[in-house]
């Protein structure tokens, strides 16, 4: 779990100047889902959601204009993504940080997603 003295550093200059992510999307998994041992099922792991309210609020600070080269917009929504997948927390809130006024979800959906129905 990441501390709050830890900036996240996915999207620092080094990574603009090469133009590709150094954090893939099992770095961030690692960071917003906690792995727990089966009671049930030897060798498998149910994955819990983590409050990553301090990370997301920071991801926005950082985010740009919300186009695809944003990294830090990519990583917010990828942390999306995994809370559809596996649930979110009932502590954390939808919005990263609404008292900022930034519109939310920042990046315009994926035309090419299936929208479940």
Avoid at 1 to 27: D, E, H, T
Avoid at 53 to 61: H, N, S
């Amino acid at each position: 779990m990441l501390r709050p003295s830890v900036k996240p550093r996915c999207i620092g200059p080094r990574r603009r100047a090469y133009q590709r992510s150094f954090l893939g999307w099992r770095s961030i998994e690692a960071a917003v889902t906690n792995h727990v041992p089966s009671d049930t099922w030897r060798g498998a792991f149910d994955v819990m959601p983590i409050p990553s309210t301090w990370l997301r609020r920071e991801l926005l600070a950082l985010t740009g204009d919300g186009d695809k080269n944003d990294p830090a917009a990519r990583c917010l929504t990828e942390i999306d993504k995994i809370r559809d997948r596996y649930g979110a927390p009932d502590a954390e809130p939808r919005h990263p940080h609404l008292a900022s006024g930034r519109p939310w979800p920042i990046l315009t959906p994926d035309p090419y997603a299936e929208d479940g129905g």
